[in-house]
């Protein structure tokens, strides 16, 4: 039989990893009798722990809420793990950086020193994507009203700020009507917040920026939710980033053969297909807004291309040419230095 205070642990752990457990079961896992099992619950609660006994042939335990958060107990790699987590809070838009790293400093605290001294070696810098604007952040209230309203499934009402500072033609935001939605999903993509949500006065499924979300208060009633299209929260928001109605897909899409290695153009693409055809050759299937947006966008590599399909690509291909020609015609005749190769 293992010592009571490393049975104890043992039972804070089994405790943190389910939300009931049978009384015999415990017993079971730790090799005890449940007579012991119960004097350790007691033990843990004089430490603070809220457990909850209840009555019964078929009873058991539960750990449950209490006024005050008592020490928790994390494996190695979930203290690593939750390490991980606090550093890389700064890009996800949630205004919680300083509480990230003050909760970041308390885990610390606490850790053994075999584990303090893993946790400090493990420096990352979280950046945010090339290229990209800063994020907007969302305070922490908001998430926790849009989250709140999803997991009870009540009805949401909320002000929705326009994308640009309003101006004189613009309703007045303090006449408009609120937004109505049923809230279905909290997501976060590229370190920016959205609300997936039915829009009944549209009839349709709306993403919206939570960043540009006041919401108001009393929420409610209740709704019946409905299935997101397609079954898949993460499938469905990428797919209206991609410009389709939640089908799948870019409006356009084609195939090309590039004269460069597969590794190369893999890195500049972000939401294309890239096979490797040989050492310095590769497929790339690639979509965009419109037939010209996507020939542009494989043209930017210095490459010879073959169009695969389909027409439309080629003909954008055709339309691009022309343009570039003409205005390669009207520069300046003296400046014969050859563009640079990147």
């Known amino acids: 039989m293992p010592k009571t205070s490393a049975r104890l642990l043992s039972l804070l752990s089994l405790l943190q990893a389910r939300r009931d457990w049978p009384g015999q079961l415990l017993a079971e896992r730790l090799d005890v009798s449940p007579r012991t099992v119960r004097r350790d619950v007691d033990r843990l609660r004089e430490l603070g722990y809220p457990i909850v006994a209840a009555k019964g042939p078929d009873g058991g335990y539960r750990l449950g809420a209490g006024s005050d958060l008592p020490p928790l107990l994390f494996d190695d790699d979930q203290a690593v793990a939750l390490a991980v987590a606090l550093q890389t809070a700064t890009v ?89 939605v049923e809230p279905h999903h909290l997501v976060t993509r590229g370190g920016r917040w959205y609300l997936v949500a039915w829009d009944p006065d549209r009839d349709d499924w709306r993403t919206f920026r939570v960043d540009r979300i006041t919401p108001r208060t009393p929420t409610g009633p209740r709704f019946t939710p409905r299935d997101v299209p397609g079954g898949d929260v993460a499938a469905f928001v990428a797919s209206r980033f991609q410009g389709s109605d939640g089908s799948g897909g870019w409006p356009c899409r084609g195939e090309v053969i590039l ?61 691009l040419a022309r343009r570039f020609a003409d205005a390669a015609a009207g520069a300046s005749t003296g400046d014969t230095a050859p563009p640079p190769s990147r």
């Open 92 to 180: 996800t838009g949630a205004g919680i950086e300083e509480a990230a790293a003050r909760a970041l400093s308390t885990v610390r605290q606490v850790m053994p020193a075999r584990l303090r001294h893993r946790v400090d070696a493990l420096r990352v810098t979280a950046v945010e994507g090339a290229g990209t604007r800063p994020n907007p952040q969302v305070g922490p209230q908001v998430l926790m009203t849009l989250s709140a309203a999803v997991r009870d499934r009540e009805v949401l009402r909320f002000d929705y700020a326009p994308v640009s500072a309003p101006d004189a033609s613009d309703p007045d935001p303090a006449v408009t009507p609120p937004r109505r």
């Open 259 to 319: 004269d460069l290695p597969a590794s190369v153009v893999s890195t500049y693409t972000r939401d294309g297909v890239v096979e490797e055809l040989g050492p310095d050759r590769c497929r790339l299937v690639q979509g965009a807004w419109s037939w010209p947006g996507l020939a542009a966008t494989i043209g930017r590599f210095d490459a010879d291309i073959e169009v695969i399909g389909p027409p439309e690509l080629r003909e954008a291909f055709a339309h």
